[in-house]
């Protein structure tokens, strides 16, 4: 099956800023507790270990004094050409909802992989165990969004049951559910940034902060040479920063 590029209303969209990002790792802590991603019992076992979003080391390569870091948050990059929903053989996975979020339907999903091997983001996470707490932490499961069992593949969602809460807050005071303000809707991630480098709206709203982001001539996406069109725009003012989100090498990035 061929990728299909549809056009929406309102594309929900997300820039982080990787010059303010410290790599505290707070957003993927508010991500598995908002999303019910259970504690691993092995955490060094790479492998099996569940996290819809993780957050990469960058560095020059340089040595001291010129050595420098970033950190760089990577969630689903929800691709407007979808890789992953054209070869899945079940529709598990599909980009149809306003919005240009990509669903994950878990009592769809066969646990084929499919997806998981077209993903260029490696964002999608095969799920090898049956989800348990600890004594006393199945209390703080939350009841917006679904456990999955072992044997389906899951992924970062922009916290969806976010979007249809505000959209239900939107009808009962007899609004348009597609022109939410900005703020109205945000995912866990950018909420629980300390450094505010997580801003998340409305690419397509000139009254959302995200849509002037990404319009910086500091944004780029990850491997954008791709063509995937991704609705995850990343910012900084470091040319080896950006050139690694294209998977430049130091060689290219030196004649460039």
Request: aromatic share 8%.
């Amino acid at each position: 099956m061929s990728a299909e590029h549809k056009e929406f209303r309102i594309k929900w969209g997300m820039v982080i800023d990787l010059d303010k990002c410290t790599g505290c790792g707070a957003c993927m802590v508010a991500c598995q507790a908002e999303n019910n991603l259970a504690p691993t019992p092995d955490a060094s076992n790479k492998k099996k270990v569940m996290n819809w979003l993780v957050v990469y080391e960058l560095t020059n390569g340089k040595a001291f004094p010129a050595h420098e870091v970033a950190y760089l948050p990577r969630p689903c990059q929800q691709c407007g050409t979808q890789p992953c929903a054209s070869v899945c053989p079940v529709v598990a996975t599909e980009k149809n909802e306003e919005g240009g979020i990509v669903s994950q339907i878990y009592p769809r999903c066969i646990g084929c992989r499919y997806c998981m091997a077209a993903c260029p983001y490696h964002a999608r996470y095969f799920n090898w165990l049956d989800p348990v707490w600890p004594e006393g932490l199945d209390k703080v499961i939350s009841p917006d969004v679904s456990v999955r069992p072992r044997g389906v593949v899951e992924k970062c969602s922009f916290c969806h049951h976010r979007f249809m809460k505000a959209k239900d807050k939107a009808r009962v005071e007899k609004r348009d559910i597609f022109e939410l303000e900005d703020g109205e809707y945000v995912t866990a991630c950018a909420e629980a940034c300390p450094n505010g480098a997580i801003a998340f709206g409305d690419l397509l709203n000139p009254g959302h902060k995200v849509s002037a982001l990404a319009e910086s001539p500091h944004a780029f996406r990850l491997l954008a040479r791709l063509g995937t069109d991704p609705q995850v725009y990343y910012l900084s003012r470091r040319d080896w920063v950006r050139a690694q989100g294209d998977n430049r090498l130091a060689e290219e990035i030196t004649r460039g």
